[in-house]
């Protein structure tokens, strides 16, 4: 069984100018774990319609789902939707179904629909909806590409509609050694050949400074296959022994 894999585009001029810090990443691909769907790639582009039509072709190209994130409010800059409907040739419009939410909303809350925030019923032909469970805009789906707002906290509520529009893998586990006081240049070596002889097995280091008295080194192994996991498990603890330093060992889901 092929394993679905994915890739998340982030839009926006505010990403790459380094104002706004991006979580949504985090979010989504930890919404995928638990699916067995990994993230293998992730893209930052500008708010320019044809760098955005590049990305989303080649990514969905190349990767079972694409997730978009940004560009879908009631700016002139968010033209998420627009570009979306050109990667995929089809054409745009506004929804009647989002235009009759959208209306109600407003009407609700005692705001005007103005044709700034219509811009937000704009959805490609053919797409569905992504429910909005946060604030109301819906996101869409259209092929295997997700298109999400930008906010982190509306994204969440949105990946809620689309677990079920998902093609399953099986999902990564990971443990995690733990060693305080270890660095790795004593470790290096040691690794290297340790990660060529374990087969189904991915490990990675990840140091940790924050002074010179509490600094380590986190050695984490990944894999779907839990006896080939737990044996890479032994195998750290005893490496990190071998180099006379003591560890601690974390079980659960990749990240």
């Not at 839009?11 to 995928?32: C, K, M, P, W, Y």
């Not at 259209?142 to 930008?150: D, E, R």
Request: net charge negative; with cysteine.
């Amino acid at each position: 069984m092929s394993t679905p894999t994915a890739a998340i585009c982030l839009i926006g001029d505010e990403l790459l100018s380094g104002r706004t810090r991006d979580i949504n990443v985090q979010h989504i691909a930890g919404f995928l774990g638990p699916y067995g769907i990994p993230v293998e790639e992730v893209r930052i582009v500008p708010d320019v319609q044809a760098r955005i039509v590049e990305a989303v072709n080649a990514l969905r190209e190349r990767y079972t789902y694409v997730f978009t994130t940004g560009g879908i409010g009631p700016t002139h800059d968010d033209i998420t939707a627009d570009a979306i409907a050109a990667a995929f040739g089809v054409g745009i419009g506004k929804h009647p179904d989002v235009m009759a939410m959208l209306q109600a909303r407003y009407d609700e809350i005692g705001t005007e629909f103005t044709e700034a925030r219509q811009r937000m019923a704009r959805i490609p032909d053919g797409a569905s909806l992504i429910e909005n469970p946060v604030s109301g805009a819906p996101g869409f789906q259209t092929g295997n590409v997700f298109t999400l707002a930008g906010v982190p906290s509306i994204v969440q509520g949105m990946l809620q509609d689309i677990g079920h529009r998902l093609e399953r893998g099986v999902p990564v586990r990971s443990l995690t050694v733990r060693s305080a006081g270890l660095r790795e240049g004593d470790v290096a070596e040691k690794l290297s050949r340790l990660n060529e002889e374990l087969e189904g097995v991915s490990l990675g280091s990840y140091p940790w400074f924050r002074s010179v008295t509490d600094h380590g080194v986190a050695l984490i192994a990944r894999s779907t296959d839990e006896a080939k996991l737990r044996e890479a498990g032994e195998k750290l603890v005893a490496l990190v022994s071998g180099v006379g330093r003591e560890s601690e060992v974390i079980e659960g889901e990749a990240s």
